[in-house]
């Protein structure tokens, strides 16, 4: 990953530098050596303390580009949450390569799971397609979250294992979790207490 730390109109410090290269040090697991990574620091004047420091970043992966901004008391202050902000996205643009790959059996538990787990049928099909950004978060929160919208299923990004997961409920009550694994075998699934698990 090529790192480019500019000023608008600004000299740039070597310790505000050395700490924009170190925090995007961070997203060198999503990016490759064709990536390109550049921050540009600036001052706006007109603006509040709390918010006259303004971070830009832009990443390009893929020949795609990702742009991120933050507005803060500090340089410092808005790399941090600009680099939060915008790893978050890398992942998710990672990601749909990922899910469009998905295999046909998986793809079929995700149409079985959003029809309720009725029987299969051979004349059933895709009458609609529906996308959406998803954001790495834990399994509790994905569970609440889940929860709060009444839904049968919900996909998201595991922030402790970077997978996709997809809890759904089952007739038993209680929740089960997919986790696809791409190009690998079939795994049979597991309780939470150590059993085999039927879905």
């Known amino acids: 990953m090529r790192t480019i730390v500019k000023g608008k109109n600004l000299e740039i410090r070597d310790g505000d530098r050395q700490y924009a290269e170190r925090k995007l040090a961070r997203l060198e697991r999503l990016l490759d050596d064709r990536s390109d990574a550049i921050v540009e620091l600036s001052v706006e004047r007109h603006r509040s303390v709390a918010d006259s420091h303004i971070v830009d970043v832009t990443l390009v992966i893929d020949g795609q580009t990702l742009r991120g901004t933050a507005a803060a008391a500090t340089h410092r202050a808005g790399i941090d949450e600009v680099i939060d902000k915008i790893e978050r996205r890398a992942v998710d643009f990672k990601e749909k390569p990922r899910l469009r790959a998905r295999p046909e059996e998986e793809k079929e538990i995700l ?86 698990g039927r879905r």
Not at 175 to 184: A, C, D, K, R, T
């Open 111 to 196: 149409r079985r799971i959003a029809d309720g787990q009725a029987e299969r049928s051979r004349d059933r099909r895709i009458v609609k397609v529906k996308r959406f950004d998803i954001e790495p978060m834990f399994e509790e929160d994905a569970l609440a979250r889940m929860e709060e919208l009444g839904h049968s299923f919900f996909v998201f990004v595991n922030a402790e294992t970077e997978r996709v997961g997809i809890l759904y409920r089952r007739n038993d009550g209680h929740f089960g979790l997919i986790e696809p694994v791409i190009g690998g075998g079939y795994t049979a699934g597991r309780s939470r207490g150590g059993s085999d």
